[in-house]
Structures are given as C-alpha cells and as structure tokens.
C-alpha cells in the first residue's frame, strides 16, 4: 500500500489488539490491517477483533483466517499474497490501484 501513496503506521509483530484500537483512535486511520498465520492466534483474539472491527474498517489477512472467521469478526478479509491484496485493497478502499 505504502508502494500505491498510502501512508502506513507499522505497529510490529505481536501488537495487542488494544494498542491497535489506540492508534486506530488517534488520528485519520483509513484502515487496520492485521496479518497471521495462525488460525489459533485470530481465534484467541475474536473478541477483541471484533470490538476493533466495531470502531474502524478493519481488514485481517494470512493463511490462519478464513471468510467464515472474518465474517464472525466483522473484517474484510484480505485474500493471497500480501502485494496482490494490497494493489486489490487500493482499488476497493480509493477506487484506484
């Protein structure tokens, strides 16, 4: 995304969600992207996702989250490699790539 002239706040590996609701609240945040492998950690975290997805757009992506667990969170979920779904995020979030 940042490749396509979005600004992008990186957080890290590991960040709790609460702090992804903090950084969500402060400013002009278009989007939450979250990214895991582990469809463990996205179940242990539903509840708290889904409270996040409840304050901003938020878009969860990795080979541990499924249509079915986005949609249990209220998340759009980012589908393939990580360069594809951003070019297709751009084009749905600002209409252009």
Same mark, same amino acid.
């Given at each position: 995304?940042?490749?396509?002239?979005?600004? @992008?706040?990186?957080?890290?590996?590991?960040? %709790? &969600?609460?702090?992804?609701? @903090?950084?969500?609240?402060?400013?002009? @945040?278009?989007? &939450?992207?979250?990214?895991?492998?582990?469809?463990?950690?996205?179940?242990?975290?539903?509840?708290?996702?889904?409270?996040?997805?409840?304050?901003?757009?938020?878009?969860?992506?990795?080979?541990?989250?499924?249509?079915?667990?986005?949609?249990? @969170?209220?998340?759009?979920?980012?589908?393939?490699? %990580? &360069?594809?779904?951003?070019?297709?995020?751009?084009?749905?979030?600002?209409?252009?790539?």
């Amino acid at each position: 995304l940042w490749n396509r002239g979005w600004r @992008i706040v990186y957080l890290g590996q590991a960040t %709790p &969600v609460a702090d992804m609701e @903090i950084a969500a609240a402060s400013g002009d @945040i278009a989007a &939450v992207l979250a990214y895991s492998q582990s469809a463990d950690l996205w179940r242990s975290a539903e509840d708290d996702l889904a409270a996040l997805a409840s304050k901003a757009h938020l878009a969860l992506g990795g080979e541990g989250i499924d249509a079915a667990g986005a949609e249990r @969170i209220g998340a759009e979920l980012l589908q393939g490699d %990580p &360069v594809r779904a951003a070019a297709e995020a751009a084009q749905r979030w600002r209409g252009s790539d």
